[in-house]
């Protein structure tokens, strides 16, 4: 029986595809997730840095950016 044989062959060759396939969509989906929490975390780093940077120049006494001279004068 070769036709056995072959049918069964090309099943374990289907299901190591498969399980390869699982394994790599489990994967990259673990990846996004991960860069998605990256990314949130970035946002929320920002966000506290443009924050921080708003209280800096609301500060009476602050000189604007432009009035400010350089170091080296």
């Known amino acids: ?3 056995d044989d ?3 062959d090309r099943l374990a ?3 190591t595809r498969f399980v390869h396939t699982e394994q790599a969509l489990q994967d990259l989906s673990d990846m996004t997730t991960e860069q998605w929490a ?3 975390a970035l946002k929320r780093e920002v966000r506290r ?3 921080q940077i708003a209280t800096l120049e ?3 006494g602050a000189a ?3 009035d400010e001279k350089p170091p080296h004068y």
């Open 64 to 66: 604007a950016p432009e």
């Open 49 to 51: 840095l443009k924050d």
């Open 6 to 8: 072959t049918d069964a």
């Open 58 to 60: 609301d500060r009476p």
């Open 13 to 15: 060759e289907l299901e």
């Open 38 to 40: 990256a990314i949130d």
């Open 1 to 3: 029986m070769p036709a």
